[in-house]
């Protein structure tokens, strides 16, 4: 299944961008957004858990960034508020099929990934 990540750009600090993608002929029980940085490992930012809308996030993202999705289930959003530039990183988004028990993520959990998008923030 092909994920369509979209929506990255050049921002400013304390600006907001709003990330999609898209999850064609959903299957997936699980999606979720990563993101990676020149020169750091990728890194768990958000999912949510499909079937029941529960929503995880990272520390660092917590109270700035907001994933949802839409009412048919087919898209799902990252909301970025109060951006920084720490928050520059190529942003991927991720699905998994099966429900997974516990709130902590990582790569090895998801199957499915996307292309990325690039996010720039400016101090």
């Known amino acids: 299944v092909q994920l369509q990540a979209s929506g990255g750009g050049l921002v400013q600090a304390g600006d907001s961008l709003r990330l999609s993608c898209a999850a064609p002929?959903?299957?997936?029980?699980?999606m979720g957004w990563f993101r990676q940085a020149p020169g750091k490992d990728r890194e768990f930012v958000s999912a949510i858990d499909w079937s029941v809308g529960t929503t995880y996030y990272a520390d660092s993202v917590k109270g700035r960034f907001t994933i949802s999705r839409n009412n048919a289930k087919t898209t799902v959003y990252l909301q970025m508020n109060s951006l920084k530039p720490e928050d520059t990183a190529v942003y991927y988004c991720?699905?998994?099929?099966?429900?997974?028990?516990?709130?902590?993520?990582?790569?090895?959990?998801?199957?499915?990934w996307g292309q990325g998008t690039q996010v720039t923030v400016s101090s």
């Open positions: 991720a699905g998994r099929f099966y429900r997974k028990v516990g709130s902590s993520w990582s790569e090895g959990d998801f199957g499915s």
């Open positions: 002929g959903r299957t997936f029980s699980v």
